[in-house]
């Protein structure tokens, strides 16, 4: 099964739209919360099953707003995060999904992608493709379901958009070059 993964759309939808009109043969769309009317929005202009949980900024505050989602290579846990305090520590997220007998933790809330397994269960986060805070122009995750297993990846906003220019970003170093002759 091929998943599309994001989370954290706030109601902006138009990279969303534009990656999934280039993503062939996607089974599901799982959407890890911030707008849940964005999920609803997605399964009618694409046709496609969305699977999604609520955020805090869905006005959710329980910690049974999770989801199970059974696949072939065994049971995927779904939360926006922000229950789970993600934001400080990974540590809680990935109880929850032992205590389930899940696989992995697909979860947001951070904004920021992370793809990674520990002790054989997978932690993943897509980012935001609307309002990224690592400094990018926007992630999300395409996620392969086997009985062999696991397997995907992040894919960067910026990776798609070969045929545009990209604006320069500029940093601390870039500011010491454009001011150096104050020093």
């Not at 954290?8 to 890890?32: M, N, Q, R």
């Not at 992370?114 to 935001?128: A, D, Q, R």
């Amino acid at each position: 099964m091929k998943l599309f993964v994001i989370s954290d759309t706030h109601g902006k939808l138009d990279k969303v739209l534009e990656v999934c009109k280039k993503l062939t043969a996607v089974d599901l769309i799982l959407h890890l919360g911030d707008c849940s009317k964005d999920a609803e929005e997605l399964e009618k202009v694409l046709g496609i099953d969305v699977l999604s949980v609520k955020g805090n900024m869905d006005g959710s505050y329980s910690p049974s707003d999770y989801k199970i989602l059974e696949t072939e290579c065994g049971k995927l846990y779904l939360a926006h995060g922000h229950m789970e305090n993600v934001k400080a520590t990974y540590q809680n997220i990935y109880y929850r999904a032992e205590e389930c007998g899940c696989i992995a933790a697909l979860f947001g809330h951070t904004h920021k992608p992370v793809f990674e397994e520990v002790n054989g269960i997978h932690l993943i986060n897509p980012g935001s493709l609307s309002l990224p805070s690592d400094g990018t122009q926007g992630s999300y995750a395409i996620v392969h379901t086997s009985p062999e297993g696991l397997t995907g990846s992040i894919v960067y906003y910026s990776s798609i958009q070969k045929n545009k220019p990209q604006k320069v970003q500029g940093g601390y170093i870039r500011g010491l070059l454009n001011y150096s002759d104050r020093f």
